[in-house]
């Protein structure tokens, strides 16, 4: 998985439903203890998970949900062989 690339597509995306998505990003990592190259896919769905419950605090519930889909659409495409692993695809 590449990482990085799944943060700056994210983070491109998500800025669209409010500019605050960029900063929520970035502190959920550094509260996780992470860089943007260290996410594994199991890690990005507990990255996920924080991000999605502060968004859904600081710009609502249904944004919240949009950026949490838009989110594993992304880690969906940078790591297929791991949802084919657990047969999700």
Same mark, same amino acid.
């Given at each position: %998985? *590449?990482?990085?690339?799944? %943060? $700056?597509? /994210? $983070?491109? =995306?998500?800025? @669209? &439903?409010?500019?605050? /998505? =960029? +900063?929520?990003?970035?502190?959920?990592? =550094? *509260? !996780?203890?992470?860089?943007?190259?260290? &996410?594994?896919? +199991?890690?990005? $769905?507990?990255?996920?998970?924080? /991000? @999605?419950?502060?968004?859904?605090? /600081?710009?609502?519930?249904?944004?919240? %949900?949009?950026? +949490? *889909?838009? %989110?594993?659409?992304?880690?969906? #495409? $940078?790591?297929?062989?791991?949802? #084919?692993? !657990?047969? &999700? &695809?």
């Amino acid at each position: %998985m *590449n990482s990085a690339r799944f %943060m $700056e597509r /994210v $983070e491109q =995306k998500g800025v @669209v &439903l409010s500019p605050a /998505v =960029k +900063k929520i990003l970035a502190l959920q990592l =550094k *509260n !996780m203890g992470l860089t943007r190259d260290m &996410l594994t896919p +199991k890690l990005a $769905e507990e990255y996920i998970a924080r /991000v @999605v419950s502060a968004a859904s605090f /600081v710009i609502g519930p249904e944004a919240g %949900m949009a950026l +949490k *889909n838009l %989110m594993y659409r992304e880690l969906r #495409a $940078e790591a297929p062989e791991y949802f #084919a692993a !657990m047969g &999700l &695809l």
